[in-house]
């Protein structure tokens, strides 16, 4: 069984642009959820998505935004990059009858904005 | 408020030393517990998971953990480190679906 998969792995970007991150979650998993990791904050919440509704959101601003689409696949969009927004975005696929938040991690895309 | 704290942020073992990572966490509930392993560039690998029952879980690679609710603890465990679990290991609780409250991190070296 194939894992998660998130392209691109790498893109550099700079301020004031958008970028758009891919996410094909294992297959048979309904839901998927993204999160940002910086040396300074650590992993944080952004987002997740079930039956292409948004269920839950983190405290991050409205340039943040996702999608989910009817085969589970996700992307998720950020626009008017700022320096701070460097990073590597993770996404996290879960089984639907999972009651209990086991997360399945793909390797991530690593943005640098400049 | 819920919370993780890993309260090492870098350990460094001796190869075939025993390694011990803690992990303190802050939950109204009965938690569901985690522990993850990232090597560099990499993304998470599951280690481990609490969900109820037997407080000693058993997880990938030798590694263990034991779940503490009097000491809202879940520390991690390897009997005999190798050169090649050095990495970042993260334990993390079940807040809601799909939303996970990592801790900060504990990285780990191994000596030779």
């Known amino acids: 069984k194939a894992g998660v998969t998130q392209t691109p792995r790498y893109l550099i970007k700079t301020r004031g642009q958008q970028v758009t991150l891919s996410c094909s979650p294992i297959s048979g998993h309904r839901s998927v959820s993204w999160y940002q990791q910086t040396p300074g904050q650590g992993l944080q919440f952004l987002f997740e998505y079930f039956s292409e509704t948004q269920r839950n959101k983190g405290n991050f601003p409205g340039r943040f935004s996702g999608r989910q689409f009817s085969n589970s696949r996700s992307e998720m969009n950020v626009s008017t990059l700022e320096l701070g927004d460097s990073a590597l975005y993770l996404c996290?696929?879960?089984?639907?009858?999972?009651?209990?938040?086991?997360?399945?991690f793909g390797e991530g895309s690593r943005l640098t904005v400049l | 408020a819920q919370s993780v704290t890993q309260p090492d942020i870098h350990i460094t073992v001796s190869e075939g030393a025993s390694l011990e990572l803690r992990c303190n966490y802050s939950?109204?509930?009965?938690?569901?517990l985690f522990w993850y392993v990232q090597s560099p560039g990499q993304g998470l690998q599951l280690l481990l998971k609490y969900f109820s029952g037997d407080t000693l879980v058993q997880g990938i690679k030798g590694f263990e953990a034991e779940f503490k609710r009097s000491q809202s603890s879940f520390n991690l465990r390897k009997p005999s480190v190798h050169w090649s679990d050095a990495a970042e290991y993260f334990c993390a609780v079940g807040a809601l679906r799909g939303k996970l409250i990592f801790g900060q991190g504990t990285e780990l070296s191994v000596k030779p």
């Open positions: 939950y109204g509930a009965t938690p569901y």
């Open positions: 996290a696929s879960s089984s639907a009858r999972s009651n209990t938040g086991e997360l399945f």
